[in-house]
């Protein structure tokens, strides 16, 4: 069965309907780093991130945005087919910066051949005016997309994870960037310690639903090499969630947003050399098999209790 036609909106099915051809992210480091990691608002950054702040890596980051451009055009084209490409501004907050120099990061992926976009990965508290002015200009100019963190609405287990901000500074960011005509994408983590259905189910998906977002990435915690969270989990203060729990999680996600959302990732990915647990981190294609084994099980799909969702958000 086609997942893309018949559980969820898919980007990958929804940017060959917009471009023709298949069109891939390539992941950038451009050597950025977070408020709070470097001491402006905390510390250490998110207790789940690692040393490349999830991104492709720091040794990355010395090769240029050029160089990992081709590179990633090089691999994309011969794994996947890939034609066309979208330069995606992944690690750390792609928007702490000064604007000269995003402007000139920005401009360099756009000078390479075949990108047809942009999108970059930000932080809802790191978009000053200056900055929002720099990405006003790319998006009336090229096929952009911003990408906010989220991660769950419970404000308690942002404090937890040193977040730094609060779920009210996500809906501000979002309600102010989709009234410039930004296309947003949230970010969710599925599974962080303290964190309960309510708030990674119901009340998430009627808050994104409340503020129109584009898209969603859904990721479920998984234990990083050198994050702060290595600890904690090698001391057995927290746990992961089973594939099936998680499984679950995303199917209860889906039904209850709109089936014109789309879904640009269904859940984390890392390495072999940085991942602790849980194992099935690695395994994508089991992943993807598992959630719409849980659709099927339902006979269900994205957006099914989207409209009794919206008159009884207590479902």
Known sequence: MNETQNYYRSFSKFLKEQFGVPVYKITLDAGFTCPNRDGKLAIGGCTYCDLDGSGPGQERALLGIRQQLEDGKHFMKKRFGAEKFIAYFQAYTGTYTEPDQLKKLLDEALAVEDIVGLDVATRPDCLPPHIVGLLQEYNQKTYFWLELGLQTTNDEVLKRVNRGHDSASFVEAAQFMKRLGFRICAHMIFGLPGDDWDHMVRKATKLLTELNVDAVKLHHLHILRGAPMENQWKKGLISV???????????????????????????????????????????????????????????????????????????
């Open 241 to 315: 969630l089973e594939l099936d729990e998680y499984a679950k999680l995303v199917v209860d996600f889906l039904e209850r947003v709109p089936e014109t959302m789309i879904v640009q990732r269904l859940a984390g990915s890392s390495t072999s050399g940085k991942l602790l647990a849980p194992s099935w981190t690695l395994e994508k294609a089991k992943i993807i098999q598992t959630i719409e084994k849980e659709f099927e099980r339902r006979g269900s799909h994205q957006g099914k209790l989207s409209s009794i969702f919206e008159s009884n958000p207590h479902i």
